[in-house]
Structure formats: C-alpha cells, structure tokens
C-alpha cells in the first residue's frame, strides 16, 4: 500500500469537506496543525481560539479565547 497516496486523499478530503461546511454557513472546529489549539473557523474566514467545557450542552460546550490573527504577508 502507498501510504503517501492515503495520506494525500485523506488530507484532500479532509480539505474538501471543511470547504464545504463553511461554504454551508457552518463554523469548522478543529485542532490546528501543531496540535496544541483548539480553533473555530467562521465562514467569513475569522478564526478563534477555543476552550471545550466538558459536560456542557453540545451548542455551548466551548468558550472563546481569543481571535487568532492572521501574519501580515
């Protein structure tokens, strides 16, 4: 088995769908590529640190920290 091409299809689909969702109206949550914050992504393309509540209700089992801002280019 080629793992590279798994990996690729994975990482791709992974892309397609958190595309999607946010092209729906739907925020994204997810770890960011250095796994150590929790991030909401807006469909307007703002993204926001976050702490999960555990045992909260599922539409209010997180706080935001703060905006994570974007390097200027």
């Not at 949550?29 to 992504?41: H, L, P, Q, R």
């Amino acid at each position: 088995m080629d793992t590279d091409k798994v990996t690729a299809a994975v990482v791709a689909a992974c892309r397609t769908a958190r595309l999607e969702t946010l092209a729906a109206g739907v925020p994204v949550f997810y770890v960011d590529a250095d796994g150590k914050t929790n991030v909401m992504e807006m469909p307007d393309g703002n993204k926001f640190e976050i702490r999960y509540i555990p045992g909260a209700p599922a539409d209010r089992n997180y706080e935001v920290i703060g905006e994570l801002i974007r390097p200027a280019a």
